[in-house]
Every structure is written in C-alpha cells, then in structure tokens.
C-alpha cells in the first residue's frame, strides 16, 4: 500500500484481501444474481430494492456501472433467494430490463477455480 506521494506504507496479506472481496460481494452465500439495465435517468437503488423487498427477498450486495456509450447503467444484485422468479417479473413489469439472472450462483459460477486462477496471475 502506498500514498498518495508513491510512499511505502504497509502491504494487505492475499488472503485476507480476498476475504474481504467475498464478504463485499456475498459470493459466498447461497441465492440468485441479477444484471439489470436501465437508462441513466432511471436509475433509483431505493426504488429497485423495494420491488425486491416487496416480492420477500433481501438485496444482499449491489455494483452498479455507468455505460456512457449507451447513457445506461448496469446494476448487479445478489439476492439472498434463489428463486428470484417473482423479483423478475415486478422488475419487468415496472419497465426495468433483466439482463442476465443466475439462479445459483455460487454452484454454477465456479469460484475457486477463479481465485486460484487470480492468484497464479498475482504471483506471475
């Protein structure tokens, strides 16, 4: 870690960095993932997390992109169920469109074999 001046000023361990990754994306628990896209004008986190509130899930984490070739913005949900049929379909029904939807993310996204390869990539 270094300041703002490129001064030496600690160092975080792999594993502890990862750690944290985890615990900010909950990639280790179980539920479903949602892409979202929406103009930018558009864009109310209050507004999505109550739709989703509304159909009995919790928004676990949240990461949002700005597209500024298109004006959108892509928001990305974990969502502590798995089944995430009826959040689909109030999004839709409320003109927001799904991108893309996991309903297990964690089985069908390999993790570990992504982290292993992350950190073979670190150590090169």
């Known amino acids: 870690v270094v300041d703002d ?3 030496f000023l600690g160092f975080i361990y792999r594993n502890r960095l990862f750690e944290l ?3 900010a994306t909950q990639a280790h628990k179980p539920g479903a993932v949602i892409a979202i896209t929406l103009p930018k004008q558009d864009y109310a ?3 999505i997390i109550s739709i989703v509130e509304g159909e009995g899930a919790k928004v676990l984490s949240c990461f ?3 597209d500024p070739e298109s004006d959108s913005a892509v928001l ?3 969502l502590n169920t798995e089944d995430a049929t009826r959040i689909l379909q109030s999004l839709e029904r409320f003109g927001y469109e799904v991108r893309y939807y996991d309903a297990d993310a964690l089985r069908s996204f390999d993790l570990k074999k ?6 073979l990539y670190l150590n090169v």
Do not use: D, M, N, V
């Open 5 to 7: 001046e490129k001064r």
């Open 45 to 47: 986190l209050t507004k």
């Open 114 to 119: 992504r982290i292993e390869a992350l950190l």
């Open 21 to 23: 990754l985890l615990l």
């Open 76 to 78: 990305l949900l974990k």
């Open 64 to 66: 949002s992109e700005y």
